[in-house]
């Protein structure tokens, strides 16, 4: 694969990365996997998606199997976006209506989603090389925004991916729900993935979940 594109930021990494990307043998074996069992999926590197002029970048973990896996957008498909997409469209960075499909119509304003690791990984887990390999794609994506202020990261591994990203020690910067940090002109704002587990335990509620949102607003 050749990443010298147009576009590509540190060591020629595009801010996309390839439907077909090799660099993780075990999420490539996994995706051949997913092509065989369910053809009809889009069983490939997600792209991100949302608007190119975006202040907002919000970061995932990587793509669900029977969510983005699936329908080939971050966070659709499955219960994460249940959550997502609502308060995006409640606080005016989104319009129309979220119906679960790439192609319900929704787009995104001022925002863009993206995730820390593009392919599916197996029981929904990276491992640290994996983050790794994926972090140049997440790099270009974040110099790729012009506009961007604020990186909003869903949960401890996109925080922690973030931060190293952004070439700093981890521990100077401890991921908590509604944390706030500075980097490098940036401002970083945490919460809670809202994944079905944290909301069904109730580690996240929406309320919760629209107060993180809105430091991330307020640091626009």
Known sequence: ???AKSGAGDGGFPPEAPATCPLCPRLVSFRHENKLAHPDFFNGAVPSFGDVNARILIVGLAPGLNGANRTGRPFTGDYAGDLLYPTLIKFGFATGQFGASANDGLALKDSMITNAVRCVPPQNKPTTAEIKKCSPFL???IKALPRLKVL???GHIA???????????RAHYPFGHGATHHINGLVIVDSYHCSRYNVNTGRL????FEQAFAKAISAL
């Open 1 to 3: 694969m050749d990443m």
């Open 139 to 141: 790099a270009s994506r």
């Open 152 to 154: 909003f990261c869903l």
């Open 159 to 169: 925080h922690d991916s973030v931060i190293a990203t952004l070439g700093q020690v």
């Open 205 to 208: 509620t929406s309320e919760m």
